[in-house]
């Protein structure tokens, strides 16, 4: 089936990872996506090399482009920024994060495209916001969300220098808060029959990430201690190794729920009433973190799953690799990974993290070659004109 987004049509002026995920996303949901990529293609199409994937693929491109149609277009040429406002002429959606001034230089501004498509929805994704001194600065999400926004540095630990962000982290959350945003937007325009710009940033996405710590602090003036894991005030809650070497996390987040559990798995009884109050436990957590780290050190950590599994209180979950990630059992019964048909056979992907039960959706085509699509694009668009 195609999806809930079937017959929503989209184009997208996406380069490296923010705007083409969002687009990605419409795509999987059945919106028939076509891609707007210069001579030289969206140069998130290198990241194979970047990563030095063997055969010439990009993975993250693949799975950030699947099931769209490519055109080529000089948006450099005055005839060639005339085909994309004829594309967007009669398009529903507009997804792009060129920057603002990028956007005016070539005449596909919110102001210009709006007036010639007053229905079309107008999906921007900034780095650092669409006003405001910074509202044309460039930025990876690395810079705009990952180290502006605060998640670096509440990240690292006292004296350490701070970690490297995994690719794409904050590019895709930003790019599901603007899905989100245009299909709102596509609720709203079946009331008033206008569509409109709807606007999210890297900086945005960050800071809503750790908003937990940005609104404590906005709101008392305190900032959340950042953790050290020797003394974290709830034992319950803290990170484990066992005997085999693997590690897993307890989040035992309720204090007074999850600490008899605990005190049961490891046949400590003991514990309850050496430390019945949750400020008896946060005064002596140093005391007792390290006698669960000799306790966990016992046991294999399939071991310790087992006495786990007899504890319905007991909430924990392994620390996993990617490699087990992908072995999980749960993981692909939960949706995990999609099939990309690619001629007769099919290619594993990651999947986009929602399902429609009532109207699935499944992926189409894997990502186009640069270009792929241009003639029965163009073709589409005359046919559309006569």
């Known amino acids: 089936m195609a999806g809930p987004m079937e017959g929503v049509r989209v184009v997208e002026l996406g380069v490296w990872v923010a705007g083409p995920a969002a687009g990605g996303i419409l795509a999987d949901w059945g919106a028939d996506v076509v891609k707007i990529e210069p001579p030289t293609g969206d140069p998130a ?14 993975p993250p491109f693949e799975m950030d482009n699947r099931g769209k149609r490519s055109v080529v277009l000089d948006l450099t040429a005055e005839g060639d920024q005339r085909l994309a406002l004829e594309l967007l002429s009669d398009a529903d959606v507009f997804i792009t994060n060129l920057r603002p001034g990028a956007l005016l230089r070539i005449g596909l501004d919110f102001d210009t495209v709006a007036a010639l498509n007053p229905r079309l929805v107008y999906g921007l994704i900034t780095g650092y916001g669409d006003t405001g001194p910074d509202a044309d600065r460039a930025a990876y999400d690395v810079a705009a969300f990952w180290a502006r926004a605060g998640l670096a540095h509440l990240l690292t630990r006292p004296g350490e220098s701070p970690p490297f962000q995994r690719g794409g982290m904050g590019d895709h959350s930003a790019g599901m808060t603007l899905v989100a945003a245009v299909c709102a937007a596509l609720v709203a325009r079946e009331r008033t029959g206008v569509g409109q710009l709807v606007s999210t940033s890297l900086y945005r996405q960050g800071a809503y990430t750790v908003s937990f710590d940005l609104n404590t602090f906005l709101m008392t003036g305190h900032a959340i201690a950042i953790g050290q894991r020797e003394s974290m005030g709830n034992p319950c809650m803290n990170n484990y190794t066992a005997g085999d070497g693997k590690r897993f996390w307890i989040v035992g987040l309720d204090v007074q729920r999850h600490w008899a559990p605990l005190c049961r798995v490891i046949n400590r009884p003991d514990w309850l009433t050496a430390y019945p109050k949750p400020r008896d436990r946060a005064a002596n957590s140093v005391e007792i973190i390290s006698a669960l780290d000799e306790i966990f050190a016992t046991r294999t950590l399939d071991e310790w799953a087992e006495l786990f599994a007899a504890e ?16 999980d059992e749960q993981f692909h019964a939960a949706g995990g990974v999609v099939y990309v048909p690619d001629g007769d056979s099919s290619v594993a992907m990651i999947a986009t993290p929602a399902d429609f039960h009532g109207t699935p959706w499944e ?24």
């Open 45 to 58: 199409r290198m990241f194979g090399r970047m990563l030095s994937v063997e055969d010439g693929g990009s």
């Open 312 to 327: 319905p209180d007991f909430f924990w979950s392994p620390i996993n690799t990617i490699e087990d990630v992908i072995a």
């Open 363 to 386: 992926t189409r085509s894997p990502a186009p070659e640069v270009g792929q699509h241009t003639e029965e694009v163009l073709a589409e668009l005359r046919s559309r004109r006569a």
